[in-house]
């Protein structure tokens, strides 16, 4: 009888991350445990370790939670389609 190995225990973990702005910057940030956010600049590789506390960061949404729901709206018809109503009878 085969055997079924349960892929969750394969998995390694993934940071959060959200979208952010730090001061005039856009681009992502990422949680680490205990130091603060890294964050990143959209389109470059150097990163920045920001406190928790630090007004100037503001987290705007998980990354993985946007892109799903992205990737939804785009398969329903766009934002277009969605605003106008399409396929619910209007």
Not at 56 to 84: T, Y
């Amino acid at each position: 009888m085969a055997t079924v190995t349960d892929i969750t225990t394969y998995r390694k973990p993934q940071r959060i991350s959200h979208y952010a702005h730090y001061g005039a910057l856009y681009g992502t940030a990422e949680l680490l445990n205990g130091s603060g956010y890294l964050f990143r600049a959209e389109g470059e590789r150097k990163a920045t370790l920001v406190s928790y506390k630090d007004p100037e960061l503001m987290l705007l949404g998980r990354c993985d939670l946007a892109d799903a729901q992205r990737a939804a709206d785009d398969a329903a018809g766009g934002l277009a389609a969605l605003v106008c109503g399409y396929g619910k009878g209007r």
